[in-house]
């Protein structure tokens, strides 16, 4: 982009979801006003904050369920031959993703169904409508 042309709203990074949240007004209000006296940027800004604080707060509870459910944290990628190769081994998988769990898009519903015995993601799941489709009695 050139040094003399300003991006006047970034394009969301290809790491997040969007989310929809109804506010009273009152509170929306009490968003408005701290936006309007300069502690946060925007109403994003100043929500981004509130659930990072909140989630810092709550950090011990959320690593002790973490290790409790078993929960892989972060981003966890589910390649066609990762697939193939529990196909090959007669292993099912049990996906349990604690951020963002993605099966990649040349994974047939034939292969997902064949290899993943359950789905349980707290974030979101990527991957094709089809193998959406075809896991959907295995998705928690």
Known sequence: MPADVRELRPKPAADTEKITINLGYVDLGHVDLMVQEGFYSNRTDF?????????????DVVKQSTARKSLELGLR???????EEARRTGEMLHINVLGLASIAQDVTADLARATIGSVSVLGALHASPAVKAALADRIR
């Open 47 to 59: 929500i981004r904050t509130a659930i990072r604080n909140q989630l810092e707060r709550h950090a």
């Open 77 to 83: 990628n589910y390649s066609r031959a990762d697939l």
